[in-house]
């Protein structure tokens, strides 16, 4: 079975560029999180969706937003980007809709803004 | 904002040597899971235990966890060079049933 995948693995912007980020889920999973991991910490809740509804939201500015499709899958979209916005975004899924569940991790996207 | 802090922030030892991390949390919990971290890749799920579990073993691993201290430790027993990884506690603080928080994580050096 395939894990979970995101796209790009490695993505180059420049400030004030957008940014869109997709996560596909472990079949069977409903739920997808989102995590901003800069280096040298751990990774920062961003998002979880479940069922297509967002479920929760961390700390991030509203230039962060994202979205669950029908099947699952999910975008993190990034507007007007910072410098501070370069870090690993992860996604992960799990079946149900408690962050509780043991998370799969995709191998990330690494952002790096100019 | 980390929901837990690990200790030490960085390990090195020998192939063949136990290795102990510890977290510490600040909130209550229904459990805590561990995660391996490979040079900046995705998360592994190493480990779940309960808050009504003291202790849980899987392989060569041994958690344990202290809800009245609000702390746990992973041991890694006749650690491998492939053990070399950062290692990183979550919890799901109380309130929050959506949001995993993790540490700041443990760098793990194993040299042979």
């Known amino acids: 079975d395939a894990g979970v995948t995101q796209s790009p693995t490695h993505l180059i912007k420049t400030r004030g560029q957008h940014v869109t980020l997709r996560c596909s889920p472990i079949?069977?999973?409903?739920?997808v999180s989102w995590y901003q991991q800069v280096l040298g910490q751990g990774p920062q809740f961003i998002f979880q969706y479940y069922e297509k509804e967002e479920r929760g939201r961390g700390n991030f500015p509203d230039r962060f937003s994202a979205r669950q499709f029908p099947n699952y899958s999910s975008e993190l979209n990034v507007n007007a980007l910072l410098l501070g916005d370069s870090a690993l975004y992860l996604c992960?899924?799990?079946?149900?809709?408690?962050?509780?569940?043991?998370?799969?991790f995709g191998p990330g996207t690494r952002l790096l803004v100019l | 904002s980390q929901q837990g802090e690990e200790d030490p922030q960085a390990l090195s030892i020998q192939e063949g040597e136990n290795a102990t991390m510890n977290c510490s949390y600040k909130t209550s919990i229904n459990n805590l899971q561990w995660y391996r971290q490979n040079s900046g890749r995705g998360l592994v799920h190493l480990i779940l235990?309960?808050?009504?579990?003291r202790e849980k073993h899987s392989g060569r691993l041994r958690v344990t966890l202290d809800t009245s201290k609000k702390s746990s430790s992973l041991l890694i027993t006749a650690s491998r060079a492939a053990d070399t990884a950062s290692y990183f506690c979550?919890?799901?603080?109380?309130?929050?049933?959506?949001?995993?928080?993790f540490g700041t994580g443990t760098r793990l050096q194993v040299t042979l």
């Open positions: 235990i309960r808050s009504n579990e």
């Open positions: 992960a899924s799990s079946w149900g809709q408690w962050a509780q569940e043991t998370q799969y």
């Open positions: 079949s069977g999973h409903k739920s």
């Open positions: 979550a919890t799901v603080p109380s309130g929050t049933a959506s949001k995993l928080t």
